[in-house]
């Protein structure tokens, strides 16, 4: 099969779910759920808004808040405008029994436990943090019990929910940029630069990946720390509940099913900016054509641009860069309220909704979150075996730095 047929599969497949997904978040929503959040202030807090965003969405009732740290729950109650707090999101499930759970912690340890107990109380719907969990075995068992107890999960990886995708994805088709030849991605490459960069922020660059290039095949890689291949001795506990870990620098190359290579690099401190509040330079992801590139910034608005002319024949005045919107290249966007609703984690908020209620799967599941925990642990499984192929799915299902520590320590 060719390239072209399967970005024309592709684009078949999802691009009109998508708009019409997205097209439907404006409605106000038929049923009426009950919210119960789950935070720890101290350990991963409440990230990129995952508490507030339910005051702002049709159709919802936010119940109840549990906080371990007793200061961060008063807190939470106050914000929300809630009364109903507890220390324990364990009990706050089994007396509250919500429709939906959001899991809003960034530090990942936490999300295992967290999300089987919110299945195990009969939640209808989960929204998470990403990254999802820590290694592939734990998503399996995730998935394994919403499967049987029919939860629909929601990955927060937001630029996965932008409807500008299935229309990048036909003007792919429709030949913008000639025959694509790869996918680039880069994590922002600031202080957490390597492994770090990879969980935290590169997990949005894996989504974003396997949703042009289709689901991965096999990864080649290497860590390194100091210019060194990362060893016994450099792995140590990672933040955020991450799990053990090495590696300042990372370069990996991924086999996808559509046949495109896709190539992800983060080296710490390689992103060089005058002020710490510049935009990232490097975030994001390239898609590399004869004729081409069509460039994505991550979490950023304007999301994509395409700038035309071989990237292999340089041209002493290069075309400029035109933004892609969701009315075509060039032309301005025409959703009023698109920055603000991807930023506040709405669209994806309310595709979650609209997911329970039509008894789907979200634009970001827990199947695509398993995904992209399962390429990141790849780039490692495959430095722990000296660069070596390693296919999928993963044989080793664990974390590939505990067993590298045993051996090698």
């Given at each position: 099969?060719?390239?072209?047929?399967?970005?024309?599969?592709?684009?078949?497949?999802?691009?009109?779910?998508?708009?019409?997904?997205?097209?439907?978040?404006?409605?106000?929503?038929?049923?009426?759920?009950?919210?119960?959040?789950?935070?720890?202030?101290?350990?991963?807090?409440?990230?990129?808004?995952?508490?507030?965003?339910?005051?702002?969405?049709?159709?919802?009732?936010?119940?109840?808040?549990?906080?371990?740290?007793?200061?961060?729950?008063?807190?939470?109650?106050?914000?929300?405008?809630?009364?109903?707090?507890?220390?324990?999101?364990?009990?706050?499930?089994?007396?509250?029994?919500?429709?939906i759970?959001?899991?809003?912690?960034?530090?990942?340890?936490?999300?295992?436990?967290?999300?089987?107990?919110?299945?195990?109380?009969?939640?209808?719907?989960?929204?998470?943090?990403?990254?999802?969990?820590?290694?592939?075995?734990?998503?399996?068992e995730?998935?394994?019990?919403?499967?049987?107890?029919?939860?629909?999960?929601?990955?927060?990886?937001?630029?996965?929910?932008?409807?500008?995708?299935?229309v990048?994805?036909?003007?792919?088709?429709?030949?913008?940029?000639?025959?694509?030849?790869?996918?680039?991605?880069?994590?922002?490459?600031?202080?957490?630069?390597?492994?770090?960069?990879?969980?935290?922020?590169?997990?949005?660059?894996?989504?974003?990946?396997?949703?042009?290039?289709?689901?991965?095949?096999?990864?080649?890689?290497?860590?390194?720390?100091?210019?060194?291949?990362?060893?016994?001795?450099?792995?140590?506990?990672?933040?955020?509940?991450?799990?053990?870990?090495?590696?300042?620098?990372?370069?990996?190359?991924?086999?996808?099913?559509?046949g495109?290579?896709?190539?992800?690099?983060?080296?710490?401190?390689?992103?060089?900016?005058?002020?710490?509040?510049?935009?990232?330079?490097?975030?994001?992801?390239?898609?590399?054509?004869?004729?081409?590139?069509?460039?994505?910034?991550a979490?950023?608005?304007?999301?994509?641009?395409?700038?035309?002319?071989?990237?292999?024949?340089?041209?002493?005045?290069?075309g400029?860069?035109?933004?892609?919107?969701?009315?075509?290249?060039?032309?301005?966007?025409?959703?009023?309220?698109?920055a603000?609703?991807?930023?506040?984690?709405?669209?994806?908020?309310?595709?979650?909704?609209?997911?329970?209620?039509?008894?789907?799967?979200?634009?970001c599941?827990g199947?695509?979150?398993?995904?992209t925990?399962?390429?990141?642990?790849?780039?490692f499984?495959?430095?722990?075996?000296?660069?070596?192929?390693?296919?999928?799915?993963?044989?080793?299902?664990?974390?590939?730095?505990?067993?590298?520590?045993?051996?090698?320590?």
């Amino acid at each position: 099969m060719q390239r072209r047929d399967i970005l024309r599969g592709f684009a078949a497949g999802m691009c009109g779910a998508t708009q019409v997904a997205f097209a439907e978040t404006s409605k106000a929503q038929p049923a009426q759920f009950r919210v119960a959040l789950i935070g720890h202030t101290g350990r991963g807090h409440y990230g990129h808004g995952l508490d507030v965003m339910w005051q702002k969405l049709e159709g919802v009732e936010l119940v109840a808040v549990a906080d371990a740290d007793a200061g961060g729950l008063q807190a939470a109650t106050k914000l929300l405008g809630i009364k109903t707090g507890f220390a324990d999101y364990r009990r706050m499930l089994t007396e509250q029994r919500p429709e939906i759970v959001a899991i809003a912690p960034r530090h990942v340890d936490q999300h295992h436990e967290m999300l089987l107990a919110a299945i195990t109380a009969g939640a209808r719907g989960i929204f998470i943090e990403k990254p999802f969990v820590r290694t592939p075995q734990e998503a399996d068992e995730v998935l394994s019990a919403a499967a049987r107890a029919g939860v629909q999960i929601a990955v927060a990886h937001r630029n996965r929910c932008h409807p500008v995708l299935p229309v990048i994805r036909q003007l792919l088709e429709d030949g913008l940029i000639g025959r694509v030849l790869e996918l680039r991605g880069r994590g922002k490459e600031d202080p957490r630069g390597g492994s770090l960069d990879l969980w935290v922020l590169g997990s949005h660059v894996m989504n974003l990946a396997a949703y042009f290039g289709g689901a991965p095949r096999a990864c080649s890689a290497g860590v390194y720390v100091g210019g060194e291949p990362a060893a016994g001795q450099h792995i140590q506990d990672g933040a955020e509940g991450l799990g053990l870990m090495a590696g300042d620098e990372v370069h990996a190359r991924f086999e996808l099913s559509s046949g495109v290579p896709f190539f992800f690099d983060s080296m710490k401190n390689a992103r060089l900016q005058k002020e710490a509040s510049d935009r990232p330079a490097s975030f994001g992801l390239q898609i590399i054509g004869t004729k081409g590139i069509v460039d994505l910034r991550a979490d950023q608005h304007p999301f994509a641009g395409v700038r035309l002319g071989s990237p292999l024949d340089p041209d002493p005045q290069p075309g400029a860069w035109q933004v892609i919107s969701t009315a075509g290249v060039g032309q301005p966007e025409p959703l009023a309220n698109l920055a603000g609703d991807l930023s506040g984690q709405l669209t994806g908020g309310r595709d979650l909704l609209q997911a329970v209620t039509e008894g789907r799967p979200p634009l970001c599941d827990g199947v695509q979150g398993l995904q992209t925990v399962e390429m990141i642990c790849s780039v490692f499984e495959s430095h722990r075996l000296g660069g070596q192929r390693v296919t999928f799915p993963l044989k080793n299902r664990g974390n590939p730095w505990s067993l590298m520590s045993r051996k090698t320590r």
